[in-house]
Nanobody, 121 residues
Framework: VQLVESGGGLVQAGGSLRLSCVASGTIFNIKDVGWYRQTPGNQREFIASITRVHETNYADATKGRFTIYRDGANTVHLNIDGLRPEDTAVYYC?????????????????WGMGTQVIVSS
């Protein structure tokens, strides 16, 4: 599975963005898909995730302004409303892929390369 993010850019505070994550490869092996963000010097921060059956989970800090949803079999979007300068970060798409080998079945973390969001005040 490969993940490609898009939709980042420079936006004024108060604006909105829609980030997209498109998966390719063995997408039927994907379980949950989520979004994280990271600022320089800090750990990657969980934002939200969505399951195959569209169950969503949000971090407490992102409830209300962030909306995650699926669009077809291979795309997950993250809408961000009311952008603030502190939302400036690189946003990453993450998926859990179930991998089957002759010996075992296991889950593997897959990450995209990220998309930069810059919010000006």
């Amino acid at each position: 599975v490969q993940l490609v993010e898009s939709g980042g850019g420079l936006v004024q505070a108060g604006g909105s963005l829609r980030l997209s994550c498109v998966a390719s490869g063995t997408i039927f092996n994907i379980k949950d898909v989520g979004w994280y963000r990271q600022t320089p010097g800090n750990q990657r921060e969980f934002i939200a995730s969505i399951t195959r059956v569209h169950e969503t989970n949000y971090a407490d800090a992102t409830k209300g302004r962030f909306t995650i949803y699926r669009d077809g079999a291979n795309t997950v979007h993250l809408n961000i409303d009311g952008l603030r300068p502190e939302d400036t970060a690189v946003y990453y798409c993450h998926a859990i892929e179930t991998v089957s080998t002759i010996e075992r079945v296991f889950d593997m973390d897959v990450w995209g390369m990220g998309t930069q969001v810059i919010v000006s005040s």
